[in-house]
């Protein structure tokens, strides 16, 4: 069981589905309790005291009651996400392995990947594949909540999360993750982001690992870096001008803003540039290939690309 200081939440065991409490008195001692559907379930009475929580919960009818004792936790979403029931959703074939997607039970909106094979690297990637997912679930499942508490249960409240395997050459694993939601405030979100693994050892990669030191934070676009992928924006014209009528105005804001790292993909390396929300359709990955990389490679990118380049 959860309290904040506007609502509560609780589950059953490993259940995916939280049971929110909103307070019906100012002394937080009276709750009525709901399902996720916003059906009225029960009346939960609390008394908080230090590291302890006591009280009686009674069903809609008052035909049931049940007593309610709690200690305080590290972590409310430990138990449930620490046993996952995972299925499988589809297969994808890389060459000579294969990769499952798989969905928490319950939570089909929520998917990751999980490698198949062998050896420790594998093992650890799928371990951090699986943290991730379960992060993403205690996320989701606390927006849920947070929008049943504020009674908007007509509005789609929570996360959407995808990935799948860019590629997977040699040791060098490259994921993409694209997610979105709504969890409040005036806009949902979305957007997609890439990780990098060595499946010989199990470590996850950081993108910007990938560049050397001057270029990972931003891509200066008066850089060396930054004229090539200038270039690409431009798609090798002088100026925005020179560019179609509905390709000028993403161009023309991106060239007052640096470029950053967005991508690993099969031929190269992917830069973007921040847009305002209203412009979001603006964003789209500049793919340098990795001919014209390898100069602003950091001495870990350059072992990576070696080992892409020798499968």
Known sequence: MEITETYGRYYYRENFSDLVLIPTNSLATEWQESDSKGKQTGRAYLNCGPGKLEGI????????T???????????????????????????TLGPRSVDTVFVSGIPSLNALRLRGEGPGIQR??????????????????????GLAAGRLDDPWG???????VFW?????????????YCGGAHPYHG?????????????IPIANWLDTAYRKKVDLESPLGKIIKSKLLG????????????RECAEEALNNSAYISAIEKQGIGFNFPFPYAMSPCQVDHVIPWSRMRPFLSEEGKR????IERN
């Open 159 to 165: 996360d959407d999360l995808g990935q799948q395997a």
């Open 125 to 146: 990637v799928n371990g951090l594949l699986q943290k991730d997912l379960a992060s993403s679930v205690s996320s989701h499942l606390n927006c849920v909540a947070g």
């Open 236 to 247: 090798g014209k002088k100026s925005p001008g020179d560019l179609p009528t509905d390709e």
């Open 192 to 204: 997609q982001t890439y990780q990098t693994y060595d499946t010989s050892t199990g470590k996850a």
């Open 304 to 307: 990576l690309l070696n080992e």
């Open 66 to 92: 049940l007593s309610i004792n709690a200690v305080s936790s590290t972590s409310y979403d430990a138990r449930r996400t620490a046993r996952m029931p995972l299925k499988v959703q589809k297969t994808q």
């Open 169 to 181: 050459t040699g040791d060098v694993l490259s994921v993409q993750t694209s997610y979105g939601g």
């Open 57 to 64: 919960w009674m069903s809609a009818d008052e035909s049931k």
